[in-house]
């Protein structure tokens, strides 16, 4: 393969993303025989594989509208895993400490994940009439990023209007 191919392989985001993939395959060999184990597997796996596929797909897309769509199909897939490992523990399938482990490691590819999708450049993009835009720097979420973990400094209110606190389906009941 080309040097310039092979480019993507050096990124951080792309190594944390192999790393996910090691771990993936050590706790499906893990997981005890079960009539849910081959689907379990497949969706561990499965998901830390399209994670370093779409990483590689962004890389080469290059439209920014593009890459923002691979990222998301990225966080989906981590999403994905992160629920297969997790229900592996809870139906006794698997040990705790791999969703420890798993969570660690999916929030060392986080970091590295959206320093990436910082990178990106906006401006080479062209519209797509599908109004979907990825802002990923806009004055909101860095300060909602900021405040995200820190109970003190977070005040729903901020963010939230009274009228969200309605169950939409209470009105269907009367």
């Given amino acids: 393969m080309s040097k310039r191919m092979d480019r993507y392989r050096k990124l951080p985001v792309f190594i944390k ?13 893990a997981i005890k025989e079960d009539d849910q184990k081959e689907w379990l597997a497949g969706e ?5 594989m399209l994670v370093q596929a779409k990483i590689a797909g962004a890389e080469g897309a290059g439209l920014y509208s593009l890459r923002m769509e691979n990222a998301v199909l990225i966080k989906y897939a981590v999403y994905n895993m992160r629920n297969a490992v997790i229900s592996s523990e809870m139906f006794n399938l698997n040990n705790e400490d791999y969703v ?6 999916i929030e060392e590819f986080r970091i590295e994940f959206v ?10 993009d062209i519209p797509d009439n599908w109004a979907i835009r990825f802002d ?7 300060k909602l990023e900021e405040l995200m973990f820190d109970d003190d ?4 209110d901020d963010y939230f209007d009274e009228e969200d606190d309605t169950d939409p389906d209470e009105d269907e009941e009367n």
């Fill in 17 to 29: 993303a192999e790393e996910l993939l090691e771990l993936a395959e050590v706790i499906v060999e």
């Fill in 44 to 48: 561990i796996v499965g998901n830390a």
């Fill in 100 to 105: 420890d482990l798993m969570r660690d490691k």
């Fill in 115 to 124: 320093a990436w999708i910082r990178s990106f450049d906006k401006s080479y």
């Fill in 136 to 142: 990923t720097s806009t004055p909101e979420q860095e």
């Fill in 153 to 156: 400094k977070f005040d729903e």
